[in-house]
């Protein structure tokens, strides 16, 4: 647990219309240096927002961090002011955002967005700052990174959008990357290519990686440790390996049995979770999970379980853990 | 075939040579490339389906995949005549339908139904569920009776897995997979033999995804509904079609049993695709080769000579830059545009 990013029981809400909507109910998680680690969910589960928390761009209002604490490095990013996070944010921790579509500016050139950041941050010139582009435009795996500088993001595809959007995380030498669902819109061979390279260079420079994310394929193939979400609050957590030979929630086997594989025949069982997600302004006093949970019991409905630890780094929030292992068992 | 009953496609498709309830053969759709406001001149063309034909038999699921461009949806659309093809033929059920229309269309279009991506923009936020769901009985003349009708989007409603009390209800207050099924009520209505989902399912929750795939299986089974499944999702494909067709390009690649081709892919792309996909299982996915294609798609209005699929392929040779593959019959009854691939078989 912990060591470059550590987060302790952060709450956030958004006031809406419809009344306080609990987007993220006091979730614990850190991060090693170097170290790859995947929050799961599905909409509404938190984990963009919590990921947002980190960088201080919850948008206030109508967000509001509530409580909690995010330490990077040994500070406390939530005590600090819009001066000294802004020294930290694209610095030290940088961000990928979805869509490569819209997180780019329209009208400003490859060149111009992606050296701004090198500029600001390590005081390169403009000269240095473009030869550090052409090498980081190489290290993405963009042909012809010279031509690339010139052109607008209209010019480029989907996925060299996307390789634009990690060159400019990488170009600062952070400490963390936060990849929000960095590849959803992508075709899957782009998805496969992306990816690799986003593990690939951040095993390599020792960068660590919090990547948020719904698809399960892909938890499987890159992150060492995951923290799987429901309802703004942290289920399970455990080692990509633990999770999948021995899911510990009621969701988190759902969720497994919900996916669809390649590897499996036409036919095979396919056993989703019934009902539908919590309305997140009417969060009850119990489980958030326990409405489409089959082991709930009473006090499901009145408590809300704790993440306790089950086994080594592997820990969730089920009263009823027993229960769900003998059902597995069965 | 897994342990799984068979369901009535698998007793038709095991009871011999079934009769194709649609046809398209040599389909062709080119979209011209415009340039200049005033003096608009057409400067090239796009050509975003190229040569396809495929078959589907009654009962039969045909799963269409491929990544975007390929020109999947237009295919769907050619079939649902929201688009004129450019040329080839679309046959449904002995007719030949590609330029029919007015009054014979109408019979069509009530046995073709279509089943959305989207299910916030594919409703009609101003009519309520039961309205939605009534208007294409009352187009379509049948159960002229407003109270036979209300009971009919009550049944519709029951068999949708959705609650009676939201006849009355507006899209805006339902979730993602409420909206879904709604969409597939509709579609339901006039009782169609023939259903496209255009990538219906891509935009739900994984948990959500499963319920509709699940109700989607429930309704061919009991109403013998034939599908064409269109989606970029190759797991969804595998578990819902019975056969399955690759498109790359415009073109078709590769197109025979599901099983047979997710187990053992031949086309070069049809590989690449299936190695891209990551399984939820770590334990797999180390063993798993993780060499994926580099480079992308090229753009379908300057497509490469030869096989289009020539500049990404490892097994390329000097004749795929010139001649373009045609479909091709492998033993096991598939087909594949890949003479390379299909030499090495027979050696």
Redesign the interface.
Same mark, same amino acid.
């Given at each position: 647990m912990g060591g470059l990013l550590e987060i302790e029981n952060l709450v956030v809400e958004f006031q809406t219309p419809g009344g306080v909507l609990q987007a993220v109910n006091g979730i614990s998680y850190g991060v090693a240096p170097g170290e790859i680690v995947a929050l799961v969910g599905?909409?509404g589960s938190g984990k963009s927002v919590s990921a947002l928390a980190v960088l201080g761009l919850v948008p206030t209002p109508p967000g509001r961090i509530v409580s909690g604490h995010i330490r990077f490095d040994g500070n406390d990013l939530l005590s600090m002011d819009a001066k000294a996070i802004r020294g930290i944010r694209g610095r030290h921790i940088s961000m990928i955002f979805q869509e490569p579509m819209t997180s780019l500016n329209p009208v400003l050139s490859i060149q111009r967005q992606l050296t701004e950041a090198m500029r600001l941050h390590l005081g390169l010139s403009k000269s240095q700052a473009r030869e550090r582009a052409v090498e980081l435009l190489n290290m993405v795996g963009m042909s012809d990174p010279e031509r690339r500088l010139a052109q607008y993001p209209h010019q480029l595809?989907g996925?060299?959008r996307q390789r634009v959007m990690i060159a400019m995380a990488l170009s600062c030498e952070p400490k963390l990357i936060i990849a929000d669902e960095p590849t959803t819109a992508l075709?899957?061979?782009?998805?496969?290519?992306i990816l690799?390279l986003i593990q690939d260079l951040c095993k390599r420079l020792g960068v660590s990686l919090v990547i948020i994310t719904?698809?399960?394929?892909?938890?499987?193939?890159?992150a060492d440790r995951v923290n799987v979400m429901y309802a703004g609050r942290i289920v399970e957590h455990a080692t990509?390996?633990a999770l999948?030979?021995k899911p510990s929630h009621p969701y988190t086997v759902? #969720?497994?049995?919900?996916? #669809?594989? #390649?590897?499996?025949?036409?036919?095979?069982? #396919?056993?989703?979770?019934?009902g539908?997600?919590p309305d997140l302004t009417a969060l009850g006093d119990g489980c958030a999970f326990a409405p489409r949970c089959a082991f709930a019991t009473g006090r499901c409905r009145r408590e809300i379980p704790p993440l306790t630890a089950i086994a080594d780094d592997h820990r969730s929030a089920c009263f009823e853990i027993a229960a769900l292992h003998r059902g597995q068992a069965a | 075939?897994?342990g799984?009953a068979p369901?009535m496609a698998d007793q038709a498709l095991a009871s011999g040579e079934p009769t194709p309830l649609l046809e398209v053969r040599n389909l062709r759709t080119y979209f011209p490339v415009r340039k200049g406001i005033v003096f608009t001149r057409t400067v090239g063309e796009l050509r975003a389906v190229d040569g396809v034909s495929f078959t589907i038999g009654r009962g039969e699921t045909l799963g269409l995949v491929g990544?975007?461009g390929c020109g999947k949806t237009t295919i769907g659309r050619c079939i649902l005549k929201l688009e004129q093809p450019s040329g080839g033929n679309i046959v449904f059920d002995g007719h030949d339908i590609t330029e029919q229309d007015g009054a014979r269309m109408f019979e069509y279009r009530r046995r073709v139904q279509s089943i959305f991506q989207d299910p916030y923009s594919s409703l009609n936020p101003r009519m309520c569920v039961g309205d939605i769901i009534s208007e294409p009985l009352l187009i379509h003349h049948i159960e002229a009776d407003f109270i036979a009708r209300a009971n009919r989007v009550k049944t519709l409603l029951d068999t949708c897995g959705l609650p009676r009390d939201l006849a009355d209800r507006y899209p805006h207050e339902m979730?993602g997979? @409420?909206r879904q099924r709604v969409g597939i009520a509709r579609a339901l209505a006039l009782r169609p033999d023939f259903v496209i989902c255009d990538e219906a399912v891509s935009a739900l929750?994984?948990?959500? @995804?499963?319920?509709i795939?699940?109700l989607l299986?429930d309704l061919r089974d009991e109403f013998g509904l034939t599908y064409l499944f269109i989606s $970029?999702?190759?797991?969804?494909v595998?578990?819902?079609? $019975?056969r399955v067709a690759v498109m790359y390009l415009g073109k078709l690649v590769e197109i025979g049993d599901?099983?047979a081709i997710?187990r053992d892919p031949r086309h070069p792309y049809t590989q690449?695709?299936?190695?891209?996909?990551?399984?939820?299982?770590?334990?797999?996915?180390k063993g798993r080769t $993780?060499e994926?294609?580099?480079g992308?798609?090229p753009s379908p209005i300057n497509p490469p000579p030869g096989c289009v699929f020539h500049p990404r392929c490892a097994q390329a040779e000097a004749a795929c830059k010139v001649n373009i593959p045609a479909m091709e019959a492998l033993p096991d009854g598939r087909q594949i545009a890949c003479p390379v691939v299909r030499r090495k078989l027979d050696a």
């Open positions: 599905e909409s595809s996925g060299m075709d899957v061979t782009i998805q496969a290519q690799s719904h698809n399960l394929g892909v938890v499987a193939r890159y990509t390996e999948y030979a759902g #969720l497994l049995k919900s996916v #669809l594989r #390649l590897d499996q025949d036409r036919g095979a069982p #396919l056993d989703p979770i019934p539908n997600p | 075939m897994s799984a369901t990544e975007s979730s997979g @409420q929750d994984v948990s959500i @995804q499963a319920q795939i699940r299986e $970029h999702d190759l797991s969804v595998r578990h819902i079609c $019975h599901c099983d997710f690449a695709l299936l190695t891209a996909v990551p399984v939820p299982d770590p334990a797999i996915e $993780h994926y294609i580099g992308e798609v």
